[in-house]
């Protein structure tokens, strides 16, 4: 339902769950257990979408306490409030916008100064703040000790100490809440100042601007903004200031362009001051966790070699566990089924059945058969980035993604692919900048998956004999010199090689939370069925109709009429209409080429089939229809995955347009090139 | 007590150094500050090998940075005597 808000300005709309209920939001720097606390306080009585126009994940929820129901948001997580992505200008337009009653900044008593710096700057907006020192357990650990009745009241607001790992604190934490909600609590701070030298630069830059600062913004907040450097506030204030004026600021500002490092400064001179009397740290050359699991997770050699075992593991898993679920889900209850449904429908038109067997039960059972691969897949991501480990993957892949202009975060997702191609594209929610995600989503449909290794594994036998085994080789390393190609290229024209920074907080290994990992599985299982699933249904039903119109039969519908028209285009890679027929039904699911194949052969047992294909076609086209098939349009699961994590058709025709162009010229070059070489 | 200015890349694990100044345009710059960069703060080397990207501890909290980036950080690096 918020998919219907294509809002593509700022504003964001008001809540659902606002109904005089006060409202809160959660703010803070990422890994500081931030979706830990929300989870804690919301349960299930969560709900997940996107920031209206945004690709951003927005979490809203609500919870009980003393009678009083209170709406909770979580906001994203950002180190700062200045707009470098899109996650800085929700944060902050939402607290500006939606006013909430009450921002809890969580903070990390693990690195209590870096993590302080978001409440620097949240202090400086008009909602009261309530600090939340989350980890607690992780800070003693490390040796680190906060007192946290002198860092409240160095602050001059509420401090509340806390474990939501353990759920510690956290009674306390809405104690403190209503507390502040009645008015019984005193919450003043003496805000950050700029570093001294540029205090006449701030003021200079206040007076200029001053009666001109649209509504909700802050003018002193804003006049910082500008000093920062912030994009979204300068192009703001362009559009607001008469001309003179807006000279005036730019002059000031390319003088001044150092004032960010001192807006910075001054914020973080706030800080020391702050935790100078409240934390005690560790004496030098205390070796803790984090640094013996790092001399191997982060070793250049020894880091990769983990890596390997770790995902080795993942895929055990998912081979031993997931494929025989998977099956049983298929034949059993997708099979048992229809066959159910057949009978039962046995005296109504055949379209009917048809519809409702093939049609629907086709689709939900795609959906269905692909829950436990994806389960496994979305808790061994969780797992991996709740313990902090996620960091380390991306840091010894960095070099070789690279490459690609890719970043090291873009590697899992990338490797899930070998799986299965749709957790892949959802596990690119953890890169966080945009251009190298979006790079990531078009170029993941590369990695061959287990249905497509499936028919390869079904027909390179058939067509090659003893030497199927490098051919599926050649397959694989050919998709991947592809992708490699591919990453490189669309880098350059599209993103004009843009490399997104390798700067990234290596957070501190810490146990893993089950319920963080449950919930996240279960959102993301049950967003892939509302989301995906209809999608998948909806396709799945469109290509059932027009493979039984106009005649209900395969051999006289559109689908192959559309297959005959297409041959042409399948005759340059050596296809013939058959062929072409088989590929265009891989697209509601891979596993459908065998099947098609049976169909417009005629026969059912697969022995038989496999012995007319290779007396039907040559080495050439059966070449060139397996690269076709590894590298062809991703299968609808997937398609309706890369529409739902850009947000956007012109995104998603792209990447079919993509694959059309790539699998075509793969094809053709491959058919012309075994002729050549007379295979 | 001698000074020596280097690039945060030249510094070796286990030593310390103190940042000078970086210019890696407005976006990086905005990254680094607010993962805790600044001016005259202190910063430990906690993994270099040389190549690759490296880990350093800048206000109690690890941050790994590429090489590129940290050839762009100029730290006074201190030598004790």
Known sequence: MSDCHADSSTSIPVLIVREKMPLIALAGQPNVGKSTLFNLLTGLNQHVGNWPGKTVERREGSFTFDDHQFGLVDLPGTYSLTANSPEEVIAREFILREQPDIVVAVVNAASLERSLYLVAELVTLPAPVIVALNMMDVAEHEGIHVESEVLEAALGIPVVPMTATRTTGTHELLRIICKTLDGDLSNHTRQPEIRADHLAILKETSQIIAGYVPDPYPGEWVALKLLEGDAEITHLMQGALPEEKGQAINNLLRQHDDALLAVASGRYEWIERMVRAAVVRPKKGQISWTNQIDVLATHPIGGLLLLAGILGLVFWLTFTVGSPLQNWLDTRLVGGLSNWMSQLLVVYPFWLKGLIVDGILGGAGAVITFLPIMVIFFAAFGLLEDTGYMARAAYVMDNLMHMMGLHGKSFLPLFLGFGCNVPAIMGTRVIDSKPARFLTILIAPLVPCTARMAVVAFLAPAFFGPKALLVSWSLILLSMLILVLSGTLLNKIIFKGQRSAFIMEMPLYHLPNIRTIGLLVWQRSLSFIKKAGSTILAMAVAVWVLSVLPNGDLGSSYLVQFGKWAAPVGQWMGLDWRLTVALITSFPAKENVIATMGVLFGSSPNADLAQMLTATYSTASALSFLVVTMLFIPCMATVAVIRQETNSWGWTLLSIGLFLVISIAAGSIVYHLALFLRL | ?81
């Open chain 2, 1 to 81: 007590m001698s000074v020596k200015q280097i690039s945060l890349a030249e510094l070796p694990v286990d030593e310390q150094a103190t940042i000078v100044h970086f210019s890696n345009g407005l976006a990086e710059t905005n990254r680094l500050v607010s993962l805790g960069f600044t001016p005259g703060v202190e910063i430990d080397m906690t993994q270099n090998y040389g190549r690759g990207p490296l880990i350093v501890t800048v206000r109690g909290a690890r941050v790994a940075l590429g090489r590129r980036e940290a050839n762009k950080i100029i730290v006074e690096r201190r030598t004790e005597k």
